[in-house]
């Protein structure tokens, strides 16, 4: 996966993870040092063993994604424009992730329904049924611990000088997106541009434990 007194806006989310040898895509700076960051998402779903039964089997397909990935060319730079689409059941999700000078990339999320052959654009809420603000409750609370991993961390004591705490977000002011058989949302905390890469928060649910908030 590549990548509050106030918020910036919803779509800038940046990506960065662990690694001597990982690729510029993965890696973000923020004054010289490299970090893991919201890229690493947080789950507390418990891990079970499958089943070999064919019923399963069913219901392991029915929760699956397609994905695929593509590169764009960037005139004046040397990153390219990436292109994530991931397609689960009748929904769709495209993330384009923008380089800045740096090389460092910033996603804008899209989400999709496909009726009649069409991709029709929908809110993020309209992915959601009835029970939506039990998962956005579940959302925030794993956002906010997140949140309290940098902050209390002394090496981004100044990144969070200003910031006391943060909103609760609603599902608008996040972006969305399917990801490798998950749901994951992604937030930015609002810091300054020196912070950007302990800016973006992500969390994400196995699409199996998000199924019953989905829409049919």
Request: with cysteine; proline share 6%.
């Amino acid at each position: 996966m590549r990548n509050l007194a106030f918020l910036i806006p919803p779509v800038l989310f940046l990506s960065m993870s662990f690694g001597c040898e990982q690729s510029k895509r993965s890696l973000t700076e923020a004054d010289g040092v490299t970090i893991e960051s919201a890229e690493e998402t947080i789950t507390d779903a418990p891990i079970t063993e499958v089943s070999s039964e064919p019923e399963e089997q069913t219901a392991t397909d029915s929760t699956s994604t397609a994905c695929e990935e593509k590169d764009e060319d960037n005139p004046g730079s040397e990153d390219p424009i990436i292109v994530r689409t991931c397609t689960y059941q009748n929904y769709r999700s495209v993330a384009t992730g923008m380089p800045d000078y740096k090389g460092r990339y910033s996603w804008e999320y899209a989400l999709y329904k496909l009726e009649n052959e069409e991709s029709v654009p929908i809110k993020n809420e309209l992915l959601f049924n009835e029970k939506r603000d039990d998962l956005l409750r579940q959302v925030n609370q794993r956002i906010q611990a997140e949140y309290h991993l940098f902050s209390d961390d002394p090496d981004f004591s100044d990144c969070f000088a200003m910031v006391e705490s943060i909103p609760a977000f609603g599902f608008d002011e996040l972006s969305i997106g399917f990801e490798d058989d998950q749901l994951v949302f992604h937030a930015s905390l609002g810091l300054p541009e020196a912070c950007l890469s302990i800016d973006g928060a992500s969390v994400s649910f196995k699409l199996s434990e998000v199924a019953p908030y989905l829409q049919q």
